[in-house]
């Protein structure tokens, strides 16, 4: 997932930054119902909270959820369901937010790892 740039100097500074893709393409066997998946918080979560980092000592605060509402975090309880109807993969709309108001950060590229566990 993408988030593009967040400049708090150019935006407004209270301003989210959300993102939806269809970055997750998952496969499974035919006809199996009730696939789920749940995705890790990620290398540098502290606590239950995901963050970005630039690789040096700055972190920017983001978090993935599981509808466009944006009001469940997407983790190992909170997971995304879907019937596989073919061998071919699907993919799973992502939903992230970058929270508005993170102006203490340097203008450089943050990342974050996280592991999706498939479950069927």
Same mark, same amino acid.
């Given at each position: +997932?993408?988030?593009?740039?967040?400049?708090?100097?150019?935006?407004? =500074?209270?301003?989210?930054?959300?993102?939806?893709?269809?970055?997750?393409?998952?496969?499974?066997?035919?006809?199996?119902? &009730?696939?789920?998946?749940?995705?890790?918080?990620? *290398?540098?979560?502290?606590?239950?909270? =995901?963050? +970005?980092?630039?690789? #040096?000592?700055?972190?920017? /605060?983001?978090?993935?959820?599981? *509808?466009?509402?944006?009001?469940?975090?997407?983790?190992?309880? &909170?997971? !995304?369901?879907?019937?596989?109807?073919?061998?071919?993969?699907?993919?799973?709309?992502?939903?992230? =937010? !970058?929270?508005?108001? /993170?102006?203490?950060?340097? #203008?450089?590229?943050?990342?974050?790892?996280?592991?999706? *566990?498939? &479950?069927?």
């Amino acid at each position: +997932m993408n988030f593009g740039a967040y400049d708090p100097v150019v935006t407004n =500074r209270t301003a989210d930054l959300d993102v939806t893709t269809n970055a997750l393409a998952v496969s499974c066997t035919r006809g199996a119902p &009730n696939v789920t998946v749940t995705l890790d918080l990620g *290398t540098h979560a502290v606590g239950s909270t =995901r963050y +970005m980092s630039d690789g #040096a000592s700055h972190t920017l /605060q983001y978090e993935i959820y599981t *509808t466009s509402g944006r009001t469940t975090v997407w983790n190992a309880t &909170n997971s !995304v369901s879907y019937s596989s109807t073919s061998l071919a993969s699907s993919a799973l709309p992502v939903y992230g =937010r !970058v929270p508005g108001g /993170q102006d203490a950060y340097t #203008a450089v590229s943050y990342s974050d790892s996280i592991v999706a *566990t498939v &479950n069927f």
